[in-house]
């Protein structure tokens, strides 16, 4: 399977059937969205640099939104979605949250979306399994780099990929991605200036977890 980075927590998964997925698109945070098209988008919550849906067009007679927890089907891709929250206070501050986990060629990968709460094992619990994690590391709006280290610690997946984070232009208030980075081995981090990779099951390690800093596609 393939993952593209638009840049902030927006990311193109396709599976090797040709079946392609958009993860929160944005809108007016000082970076544009490059043109994408994909058969599903997920939302993980109705916030402006998560949910311009009108910027990504439909591949084939249909478009499906998907914005809310359940287990979905996309000709053979499976998508659950698991209810959490955008801050530290059961969604007092900044409501709900969805977690998306996406099933792709025998790999299972989890998108955290603006996950704001701590980490809890009855969370932990709807999540694992986990290959590829997709989680925000900025702080402010969403977990930091220090509770975002706390979920892979407990996760274990074997790719780890940073988004949300300060990148150059992007006007909001969130940290770049340096401290979380730091709160690793040197060698388990790798710096991607490609906006693509592709995972196949038989290259993932399941002895350590690599760190990989993904160059948005322009």
């Known amino acids: 399977m393939e993952i593209k980075y638009l840049g902030h927590s927006c990311f193109v998964l396709t599976e090797s059937t040709g079946i ?53 089907d996309l000709s053979g891709v499976e998508i659950n979605g698991i209810k959490s929250y955008h801050d530290d206070v059961q969604g007092k501050k900044r409501g709900e949250n969805i977690i998306f986990k996406y099933r792709m060629d025998g790999l299972d990968i989890c998108h955290m979306g603006d996950l704001g709460e701590e980490c ?10 986990v290959n590829i994690l997709l989680i925000p590391v900025g702080g402010n709006y969403t977990i930091d780099a220090k509770q975002a280290k706390k979920y892979v610690d407990r996760i274990m997946p074997e790719i780890v990929i940073p988004m949300h984070y300060k990148a150059k232009g992007i006007h909001m208030d969130i940290d770049k991605p340096d401290e979380f980075l730091d709160l690793f081995e040197e060698e388990d981090v790798e710096y991607c200036e490609d906006n693509t990779l592709e995972f196949n099951r038989e290259d993932l390690s399941d002895e350590s977890t690599k760190i990989i800093l993904m160059e948005r596609s322009h």
């Not at 599903?40 to 249909?62: C, E, L, P, Q």
């Not at 809890?120 to 399994?129: K, Q």
């Open 20 to 72: 392609t997925v958009v993860t929160d698109p944005y809108n007016s945070i000082g970076i544009k969205l490059p043109p994408v098209e994909a058969d599903a988008i997920t939302v993980s919550h109705s916030h402006f640099d998560h949910n311009n849906v009108r910027a990504v067009t439909k591949k084939g007679n249909k478009l499906v939104i998907i914005e809310k927890e359940g287990n979905y």
């Open 120 to 129: 809890t094992a009855e969370l932990l619990e709807m999540i694992l399994p």
